[in-house]
Nanobody, 122 residues
Framework: QVQLVESGGGSVQDGGSLRLSCVVS????????MAWFRQAPGKEREGVDY????????YAVDSVKGRFTISQVNDKNTQYLKMDSLKPEDRAMYYC???????????????WGQGTQVTVSS
């Protein structure tokens, strides 16, 4: 079973940057989609950025394209989400997830971390 532990959240001003980290254990390279999701108060969890590591393909939703970057360091089993030009609407709990390889935005993600809070003030 894959286990994930996020860190790196915090409070920043509008336009600021953060880098979230997710340490993954029980992970076999090239067999997973890795993803970052977020959930704002009163809203459903939504995927924001995905990475299919067997082909090096990345997918980002329109609201974060050009601002957020997903990356992985496989030998350290660590996944990152670099977030630039943060906006107040990016405020949410952010989670990393692992799912089966394929078209990552539509895969079923069953393994989650505990989340890390991101707050952006205007």
């Amino acid at each position: 079973q894959v286990q994930l532990v996020e860190s790196g959240g915090g409070s920043v001003q509008d336009g600021g940057s953060l880098r979230l980290s997710c340490v993954v254990s029980g992970y076999t390279p090239n067999r997973y989609c890795m993803a970052w999701f977020r959930q704002a108060p009163g809203k459903e969890r939504e995927g924001v950025d995905y990475s299919r590591d067997d082909y090096g393909i990345k997918y980002a939703v329109d609201s974060v394209k050009g601002r957020f970057t997903i990356s992985q360091v496989n030998d350290k089993n660590t996944q990152y989400l670099k977030m630039d030009s943060l906006k107040p609407e990016d405020r949410a709990m952010y989670y990393c997830g692992a799912g089966p390889t394929g078209y990552c935005p539509t895969q079923q993600y069953n393994d989650w971390g505990q989340g890390t809070q991101v707050t952006v003030s205007s």
